[in-house]
């Protein structure tokens, strides 16, 4: 056993391995190419003198030494990194680390917190991507991210959540409208804007139709709230719209809120990391963001 000639990168890359499940996806988190994960593998078993994973018809498994090592070095790895952050800061920590987030989270509180985190980590990259909640969730649940700030309550055994508070949401159209609308012209046809069925503010505004004055209103769907307040600015419909993403609209008039609508609930948000995540920076950077005050 060629122990002295193991790297800590031959154990960086097996528990990656393991986490994600395949080795294109550790691949890609070690920003690296799959044959060179592979190569890592070989060397590892070769100095071990064991097998540590086997082929099991297109996917590949552990062995139950594979097994053993990881659940014995996942630990050891995680104190090793700790100590190592303590002796030189995160302010010389490296790495990737992606965020996945809804596009209300990041048109509010997600700018002003990745710009001190950058001052604070400048050698950390971080690679965001926007999307829906049930997207977020699972591209958080299979290692694509290892941060999500997401809609709604998460629930799910693997993941860790914190509520950093919620978004109101209101009826707004534009005055003309508005001014249409509210004179007794709810029996025709009102274009009604909403989030993409797979949101949070989808199955709000359904309700709200249903329990509003508005007779048979064409629901039409969008994925980017931003879009669809532009929409209502130029005339185009009604919708509930959050109230933070339309700030602006409000003050200067382009927008006004609609008198006699359902009462809207306000949308809580949480930000979620994976349980098993044992990373210090990703904890650093979660712990952060358990902080925040959204809205």
């Keep these: 056993m060629a122990i002295n000639r193991i790297g800590l990168y031959h154990l960086e890359t097996l528990l ?3 986490r994600l499940g395949t080795f ?25 003198g064991a097998s540590l994973f086997r082929r099991e018809g297109r996917t590949m498994s552990l062995t139950p030494a594979g097994r053993q090592l990881v659940r014995d070095c996942g630990p050891l790895w995680g104190d090793l990194q700790a100590v190592l952050m303590r002796c030189g800061g995160f302010g010389e920590a490296s790495g990737v680390i992606r965020i996945g987030t809804g596009e209300i989270a990041a048109a509010s509180c997600l700018p002003a917190f990745l710009s001190d985190l950058k001052k604070d980590m400048p050698f ?3 690679e965001i991507e926007i999307d829906l909640t ?12 290892d941060i999500a700030f997401a809609a709604g309550p998460i629930a799910h ?35 009604v804007w909403s989030l993409a069925s797979h949101s949070p503010i989808h199955g709000r505004m359904r309700e709200a139709i249903a ?6 209103g064409l629901l039409n769907l969008c994925n980017n709230a931003r879009i669809m307040i532009d929409i209502a600015k130029a005339g185009g419909g009604i919708g509930i719209f959050p109230e933070i993403m339309a700030r ?4 200067s008039g382009a927008l006004v809120e609609l008198e006699g609508m359902p009462a809207l609930a306000p949308v809580e948000f949480h930000v979620a990391m994976r349980a098993s995540d044992t990373e210090p920076v990703t904890h650093s950077v979660f712990d952060r963001a358990c902080a925040l005050a959204l809205g």
């Excluded at 996806?25 to 070769?46: G, K, M």
């Excluded at 602006?248 to 003050?251: D, K, P, Q, R, S």
């Design 16 to 18: 990656w391995i393991e």
């Design 24 to 48: 294109a996806a550790a691949a890609d988190r070690l920003n690296t190419s799959q044959p060179a994960i592979s190569a890592r593998v070989r060397e590892l078993e070769a100095h071990l």
């Design 124 to 126: 950390v990259s971080l």
């Design 134 to 145: 049930v997207n977020l969730i699972q591209q958080l649940l299979t290692g694509r991210t």
């Design 157 to 191: 055994p693997a993941l860790i959540a914190r509520p950093i508070g919620s978004v109101g949401l209101l009826w707004l159209a534009s005055p003309d409208v508005a001014d249409a609308f509210g004179a007794g012209a709810s029996d025709r046809i009102v274009p």
């Design 211 to 216: 329990a509003s004055q508005i007779a048979h």
């Design 248 to 251: 602006e609209e409000l003050a």
